[in-house]
T-cell receptor
Framework: DQQVKQNSPSLSVQEGRISILNCDYT??????FLWYKKYPAEGPTFLIS?????DKNEDGRFTVFLNKSAKHLSLHIVPSQPGDSAVYFC????????????FGTGTQLKVEL | NAGVMQNPRHLVRRRGQEARLRCSPM?????VYWYRQLPEEGLKFMVY????????ESGMPKERFSAEFPKEGPSILRIQQVVRGDSAAYFC????????????FGDGTRLSIL
């Protein structure tokens, strides 16, 4: 039962262009969403989050959009840089759920020169 | 380095042995979480602890796995009588409070079972 889904295992983007990573969820109780970035042999690094009371949150080059009716969120990276090449995980939790995170399976982003 | 510290980074055990994984949370964090990542999969929640208390162990296998976070010292994830299927990366995360704060992760322990 995969409650958080990242249907694209990989994505290639040219340096300077926009990267758009997508995430879908099935549990309508989720009310807080996070994106983590992970390099090989390292732990996930927190990037950006969004509460379900918002539909957009921006932090520098990273913007997360939330569409609650579609149960869909996306992470936009503009402009993409070679250092952004990593695996990106979408995660979700819900109030009363003990703060445990439910993760998607990740999207490998490759930013090419 | 004030981040989440996990050790060892790599651990090799033979089937039937015990594995002990340690996690020291970030300074000022009192909540610890353990996750497991199998190859080609996302991280799966195992257990959530505060000092001397297990808050949520809904993701822990019912047998052979246990976790603690004593008053003093690191959190320990213990796997008894390891089997090949326990081979995975085990990540620890910490946060300063039970909700509303992003969890910060350590670099994981890669457990290999021979």
């Amino acid at each position: 039962d995969q409650q958080v889904k990242q249907n694209s295992p990989s994505l290639s983007v040219q340096e300077g262009r926009i990267s758009i990573l997508n995430c879908d969820y099935t549990n309508s109780m989720f009310d807080y969403f996070l994106w983590y970035k992970k390099y090989p042999a390292e732990g996930p690094t927190f990037l950006i989050s969004i509460s379900s009371i918002k539909d957009k949150n921006e932090d520098g080059r990273f913007t997360v959009f939330l569409n609650k009716s579609a149960k869909h969120l996306s992470l936009h990276i503009v402009p993409s840089q070679p250092g952004d090449s990593a695996v990106y995980f979408c995660a979700a939790r819900f109030t009363g759920g003990g703060n445990k995170l439910t993760f998607g399976t990740g999207t490998q982003l490759k930013v090419e020169l | 380095n004030a981040g989440v510290m996990q050790n060892p980074r790599h651990l090799v055990r033979r089937r039937g042995q015990e594995a002990r994984l340690r996690c020291s949370p970030m300074k000022g964090h009192s909540h610890v979480y353990w996750y497991r990542q199998l190859p080609e999969e996302g991280l799966k929640f195992m257990v959530y602890l505060q000092k001397e208390n297990i808050i949520d162990e809904s993701g822990m296998p019912k047998e052979r796995f246990s976790a603690e976070f004593p008053k003093e010292g690191p959190s320990i994830l213990r796997i008894q009588q390891v089997v090949r299927g326990d081979s995975a990366a085990y990540f620890c995360a910490s946060s300063p409070a039970g909700g509303g704060q992003p969890q910060h992760f350590g670099d994981g322990t890669r457990l290999s079972i021979l």
